[in-house]
C-alpha cells in the first residue's frame, strides 16, 4: 500500500523544479520596452479654429484680437483685418474693404491654405490632387484692385513647396518658411516689405492710399501648426504693427468645399455607403451583359407552360384566375344538359348527378379567393370530378 505523504511529497517536487526551470528561462531571455509615438493633432477650439494660436498671441502681446464673422461698422474699426480671400462673397464687401484700406486702414490677406476644416497634421488627402479651386467673382475683383495675380495650378498646399526666406520686417530681419507665389503690379510692385522673388513674392506688404496691404500666398506659418516655427509669430506682430494700432479682427468667412469637408471628415461612411451600393446592384442588377437566345434543347411542353402560369398566379394571389376555367367547363357542361344557370334547382342537379353534397358543390362553384392550400386542392378536385360526370352524362345521352 502506497504512502500518501510520499505522494504528496513527489508532487511538490515536480512543481518546485518546473518553477526553477521557469524562473532560469525568464532569466535568460532578453525584454526590451518599445514605446510607439503617435501624433493625432489637436482637439478642441484648435481643431476647429486653426488660427486660435494666433488670435491669442495678438490678444496678449498686442492690442487684442477676435473673430468677426461680417465686416458691419468696419469704417469704425482702426486696427488691421486678417481675412482670406474668399470671405469676400459680394463686390459690395470688396468695394468697403477698398475705401477702409484708403482711408488708412491695413489688411492681411491670406490667398490660399484658410480653411478651418482641414487638419494640418493630417497628409493631403484624395481632393488636394484635383484641380485647383476656381477663384470667385468677387475675389478676384479685389486682388485685381490690389494689384495681384495669383496662379492656382498648385491648389491648396500645406505641406508641399515650402521655401526658407530671410528679409527685412520693419526694423528686423525674420526668417519664416513660405509656400505660394503671386505677381505684383501697381502699388503692389513698391512692396516695402518682400519674402521671396521681387516680381512674384510669397508675401508682400504695400502702402495702399492712406492704408497698407499685405499679401500672403499662403496662411500655412499662422496656423496652428507651424505658427511656433522659425520668426513666424515674431513675422505676424511685425506686420500688424505696420498699420494702425488697434484690435486685430479675423475675418472668419472662408468658403468651406462641401465635398472636401465630407470626405475629410466622413470617408469612413462614404465608404460603407459605397459598398452598400455595390451590394444592392448586384442584388437587383444579376444579369451581366446582353441576354442570350435560348438553346434549342431547353424547349417546354404544354403542360410545363400551364404548371408555370399556375405557379405564377398562385405567387401572385390570383386563386380565382386558376379555379375560373374549371367553372366554366363544370356551367358549359350542365347547360348541354338542358339546365340553366338561373334554375332555382340548378346546384342541386349537378350535386345529384355527380354525388356530392348540395352544399360542397355549392362551394366549389361560387367560393372565391381561397389562400389555404388544402382547400384549394379540394375545391380543384371537386371541380374536375363535375367536370368528367356532366361531360360523361352528356356524351350518354
Not at 260 to 272: D, I, P, R
Request: charged fraction near 25%; charge should be positive; include cysteine.
Amino acid at each position: 500500500m502506497r504512502n500518501p505523504a510520499g505522494k504528496r511529497t513527489t508532487t511538490h517536487g515536480t512543481l518546485a523544479r518546473a518553477l526553477g526551470f521557469s524562473i532560469v528561462a525568464l532569466a535568460l531571455c532578453s525584454c526590451r520596452r518599445v514605446t510607439h509615438k503617435e501624433i493625432i493633432g489637436y482637439q478642441g477650439p484648435a481643431r476647429q479654429d486653426p488660427f486660435l494660436a494666433a488670435e491669442r498671441f495678438l490678444q496678449k502681446e498686442r492690442h487684442g484680437a477676435r473673430v468677426v464673422n461680417h465686416l458691419k461698422n468696419i469704417n469704425q474699426h482702426r486696427g488691421p483685418i486678417i481675412a482670406a480671400a474668399q470671405s469676400f462673397i459680394n463686390y459690395g464687401d470688396a468695394d468697403a474693404m477698398i475705401e477702409w484700406i484708403e482711408e488708412g486702414g491695413h489688411l492681411i490677406l491670406l490667398i490660399e491654405g484658410t480653411e478651418r476644416w482641414h487638419n494640418d497634421w493630417k497628409e493631403n488627402s484624395f481632393f488636394d490632387s484635383l484641380k485647383a479651386r476656381k477663384p470667385e467673382a468677387e475675389e478676384t475683383k479685389l486682388l485685381a484692385e490690389l494689384g495681384i495675380t495669383h496662379d492656382r495650378k498648385d491648389g491648396d498646399t500645406f505641406f508641399k513647396h515650402e521655401e526658407k526666406y530671410t528679409a527685412m520686417a520693419g526694423s528686423r530681419t525674420l526668417t519664416a518658411e513660405l509656400s505660394g507665389k503671386f505677381t505684383v503690379t501697381g502699388d503692389a510692385a513698391g512692396a516695402d516689405v518682400r519674402f521671396g522673388n521681387k516680381d512674384a513674392p510669397s508675401l508682400a506688404s504695400f502702402t495702399f492710399g492712406k492704408g497698407r496691404v499685405t499679401v500672403l500666398a499662403n496662411a500655412r506659418p499662422f496656423r496652428n501648426r507651424w505658427i511656433g516655427e522659425q520668426d513666424h509669430a515674431v513675422l505676424l506682430a511685425t506686420l500688424v504693427d505696420l498699420g494702425q494700432r488697434g484690435e486685430a479682427w479675423f475675418l472668419n468667412g472662408t468658403r468651406v468645399s462641401f465635398w472636401k469637408m465630407l470626405w475629410e471628415h466622413g470617408w469612413m461612411a462614404l465608404v460603407a455607403l459605397a459598398a452598400i451600393f455595390v451590394v444592392w446592384l448586384w442584388k437587383n442588377f444579376p444579369r451581366l451583359g446582353p441576354l442570350r437566345e435560348p438553346t434549342g434543347d431547353v424547349a417546354r411542353d404544354f403542360t410545363t407552360h400551364l404548371a408555370l402560369t399556375g405557379a405564377f398566379l398562385w405567387r401572385h394571389h390570383e386563386p380565382d384566375a386558376l379555379l375560373q376555367p374549371l367553372r366554366d367547363t363544370v356551367t358549359a357542361a350542365a347547360v348541354r344538359l338542358g339546365w340553366h344557370t338561373k334554375d332555382p334547382d340548378f346546384i342541386a342537379k349537378i350535386a345529384d348527378r355527380c354525388g356530392l353534397t348540395k352544399a360542397r358543390t355549392s362551394f366549389a362553384l361560387e367560393t372565391a379567393g381561397v389562400r389555404e392550400r388544402n382547400l384549394f386542392l379540394r375545391i380543384t378536385q371537386d371541380l374536375q370530378k363535375m367536370a368528367e360526370e356532366l361531360r360523361a352524362k352528356t356524351i350518354i345521352k
